[in-house]
């Protein structure tokens, strides 16, 4: 049972490349999110996946795109990385009718 | 949207002693609270949460009191132990919408030190 799992844990960028940030949870949720963590800033939405089919925006979406691929697993696009965008982005799932999110390890990005 | 206020920013509280983390929300429909506990280079963890038709909660050493009229939550840590040294970070979310999902906004956090 890994739980959520997030690749890569470690990625450098140069500004204007583009990268895809994976993420499965193997606990037969339905919601999943991407969060990013900055200093003093807590935890951020990016977007969330209410279920299966469906995606929405949350606090911070401008200059991201997700792709809820099938129940298990939601990507994170970054199209043209840009040097604000260095964090680090966690994943997490929940259930429908439960509050706690289950996060990812994490996924450290450098954008230079 | 919502909007969530943590404070204190940093803590250091000798061993053995309580510590007191604050926060205050903005929207009046959020209905859930919840606590997690960020560990040096982990990931957050859910530690309690509580909900708007609650008071109160405890669980062991940890207790989390709101007051809706105010619009504030705070999490108590009693007897605190080394281990207790993290960030805690407070949220607010308006939870059990149509779709199920829940827009979680979380503090900025507060980075607990427990001194021996």
């Known amino acids: 049972n890994a739980g959520v799992t997030q690749t890569p844990k470690f990625q450098v960028l140069k500004t204007g490349q583009s990268m895809t940030l994976q993420c499965a949870q193997d606990?037969?949720?339905?919601?999943m999110y991407w969060y990013r963590q900055d200093p003093g800033m807590g935890l951020r939405l990016i977007y969330y996946?209410?279920?299966?089919?469906?995606?929405d925006k949350g606090e911070v979406p401008n200059g991201y795109n997700v792709s809820r691929l099938n129940k298990r697993e939601f990507s994170l696009r970054l199209e043209s990385a840009a040097p604000s965008q260095t964090s680090v982005y966690f994943c997490?799932?929940?259930?429908?009718?439960?509050?706690?999110?289950?996060f990812g390890e994490g996924s450290r990005l450098t954008v230079l | 949207g919502e909007n969530v206020e943590q404070h204190p920013s940093t803590l250091s509280v000798q061993e053995g002693d309580s510590a007191v983390i604050k926060c205050t929300y903005s929207?009046?429909?959020?209905?859930?609270f919840p606590w997690y506990k960020q560990e040096l280079g982990k990931r957050p963890q859910l530690i309690i949460d509580?909900?708007?038709?609650?008071g109160e909660k405890k669980d062991q050493r940890i207790a989390v009191t709101l007051n809706k009229t105010a619009k504030h939550f705070s999490l108590h840590i009693t007897e605190t132990q080394p281990e207790d040294s993290a960030v805690y970070f407070c949220?607010?979310?308006?939870?059990?919408?149509?779709?199920?999902?829940?827009?979680?906004?979380f503090g900025q956090g507060t980075r607990l030190t427990i001194n021996p």
């Open positions: 929207d009046s429909a959020s209905n859930y």
């Open positions: 949220a607010a979310s308006i939870f059990g919408g149509i779709q199920g999902a829940q827009k979680l906004v």
């Open positions: 606990m037969n949720h339905n919601s």
């Open positions: 509580i909900r708007s038709n609650v």
């Open positions: 997490a799932s929940s259930t429908r009718m439960a509050g706690e999110l289950f």
């Open positions: 996946s209410a279920s299966e089919g469906t995606t």
